[in-house]
């Protein structure tokens, strides 16, 4: 079976490597020359939005997904004419815009930060009187890693906020007084089987994810658990899905959700029984779906801007390396490293060791 994937960096990148050995092939269509996903496939090198190319990867693949939200909607409407598109057209829809998101999730009575939607310095003003300060201006769409955010403490933020927007529409969302922030990774399938892998707690810096690590027997689970199958229900989903929450005491306070494969859900690859991206491709093509019992404790360290020597990192026991085959560059995520142990003291160690190595690489 050929799967099509709009997108060719290192997502992409791993769920080609998770269908190896299933026997996959794979095809991607990116704009991007040296894709790090694309000595895995066929690599179709061209805009997004190109119907010779569109309708060559809808010819040569059985199934098409994407690795990231960007992807213009009416390209995934072109593409079902002919070949099934997994998740779908309406999830992407709602993921893409961060309005359109939380008004899906509160239709659901999942809760979220306070937020007001604004065009204009003056809407700015005027939500601050309801939203409150401190808060997160944000672009409505495109924004990620940090980008296209900035932090209101006080009113003399404005001007300079609403100026770094460059007069895109945005929302404003009040701040979330969080104990933690945590991620739940799900997938479904075409014939809505659903599995849940167990709370990942991040760690964020200048909004990129720092270090994610599976929670064993978390109290918050369940009531994870419970949202996330209301937004698949709600979106008839199909693959893997990320949602991210504010933990405040007892209550979770959705964040937002992305209809993918997730970073935060790396930890899964060694972390595992069956991988995140293992999972997602099971899904689309409607296959059981494995187990998500971890193995022992996991975690993920991300590597931004620069990569720790490979001899370092490596010459850490219970270590395993993620290099993504990416050109170096100020704030891009260019390789993960994953710790996995039966031992809680060796688990705190090897954390403490990565950490520290990533900090001296780190150049965001």
Same mark, same amino acid.
């Given at each position: 079976?050929?799967?099509?994937?709009?997108?060719a960096?290192?997502?992409? @990148?791993?769920?080609?490597?998770?269908?190896?050995?299933?026997g996959?092939?794979?095809i991607f269509?990116d704009?991007?020359?040296?894709?790090?996903?694309?000595?895995?496939g066929?690599?179709?090198l061209?805009d997004?939005t190109?119907?010779?190319?569109?309708?060559?990867?809808?010819?040569?693949a059985?199934?098409?997904t994407?690795?990231?939200?960007?992807?213009?909607?009416?390209?995934?409407d072109y593409?079902?004419q002919?070949?099934?598109?997994?998740?779908?057209?309406?999830?992407?829809?709602i993921g893409?815009?961060?309005?359109?998101?939380?008004? !899906?999730l509160?239709?659901l009575d999942?809760?979220?930060?306070?937020?007001a939607?604004?065009? =204009?310095?003056?809407?700015?003003?005027q939500?601050?009187?309801d939203?409150?300060?401190?808060?997160?201006?944000k672009? +409505?769409?495109?924004?990620y890693?940090g980008?296209?955010?900035?932090?209101?403490?006080?009113?003399?933020?404005?001007?300079?906020a609403?100026?770094?927007?460059?007069?895109?529409?945005a929302?404003?969302?009040g701040f979330?007084?969080?104990?933690?922030e945590?991620?739940?990774?799900?997938?479904?399938?075409?014939?809505?089987?659903?599995?849940?892998y167990?709370?990942?707690e991040n760690?964020?810096?200048?909004?990129?994810?720092?270090l994610?690590?599976n929670?064993q027997?978390?109290?918050?689970?369940a009531?994870a658990?419970?949202?996330i199958?209301s937004?698949?229900?709600?979106? #008839?989903?199909?693959g893997t899905i990320?949602?991210?929450?504010?933990?405040?005491d007892?209550?979770?306070?959705?964040?937002?959700?992305?209809?993918?494969?997730?970073?935060?859900?790396?930890?899964t690859?060694?972390? =595992?029984e069956t991988s995140? !991206?293992?999972n997602?491709?099971?899904?689309?093509?409607?296959?059981?779906?494995?187990?998500?019992?971890?193995?022992g404790y996991?975690?993920?360290?991300?590597?931004?801007? +620069?990569?720790?020597?490979?001899k370092?990192?490596?010459?850490?026991?219970q270590?395993?390396?993620?290099?993504?085959d990416k050109?170096? @560059?100020k704030?891009r995520?260019?390789a993960?490293?994953?710790a996995?142990?039966?031992?809680l003291e060796? !688990?705190?160690d090897l954390i403490? =060791?990565?950490t520290?190595?990533?900090?001296q690489? #780190?150049?965001?």
């Open positions: 079976m050929v799967i099509g994937i709009l997108g960096g290192q997502l992409a @990148r791993m769920l080609a490597l998770a269908g190896k050995p299933l996959l092939k794979f269509l704009p991007t020359p040296n894709s790090c996903a694309a000595d895995l066929k690599h179709l061209g997004y190109n119907k010779t190319l569109l309708t060559q990867l809808a010819a040569e059985d199934i098409i994407y690795e990231f939200e960007n992807v213009p909607v009416e390209i995934i593409l079902n002919n070949t099934p598109v997994y998740p779908s057209a309406k999830a992407l829809l893409q815009d961060r309005i359109t998101e939380k008004t !899906f509160q239709d999942i809760a979220t930060a306070p937020y939607p604004v065009s =204009s310095l003056e809407e700015l003003q939500a601050m009187s939203i409150g300060y401190p808060a997160i201006l672009t +409505r769409r495109l924004g890693d980008k296209g955010q900035v932090v209101l403490q006080s009113t003399q933020d404005l001007d300079s609403w100026e770094a927007m460059k007069n895109a529409p929302v404003v969302e979330v007084p969080f104990d933690r945590v991620s739940l990774i799900a997938s479904r399938s075409v014939s809505g089987e659903v599995v849940y167990p709370l990942s760690t964020h810096h200048k909004g990129i994810l720092r994610a690590k929670t027997n978390d109290p918050l689970q009531q658990e419970g949202i199958n937004i698949l229900t709600a979106l #008839d989903y199909v990320a949602l991210e929450l504010f933990a405040v007892d209550k979770l306070i959705a964040n937002e959700f992305a209809p993918r494969v997730h970073n935060s859900g790396h930890w690859i060694e972390g =595992s995140q !991206f293992e997602h491709l099971r899904a689309i093509m409607d296959m059981p779906l494995g187990t998500t019992n971890s193995l996991a975690a993920m360290q991300n590597f931004i801007g +620069r990569v720790p020597a490979s370092k990192l490596l010459s850490l026991s270590v395993h390396l993620h290099l993504y050109a170096a @560059r704030g995520k260019l993960h490293a994953t996995r142990t039966e031992s060796h !688990f705190t403490e =060791s990565l520290a190595l990533a900090r690489s #780190d150049d965001s």
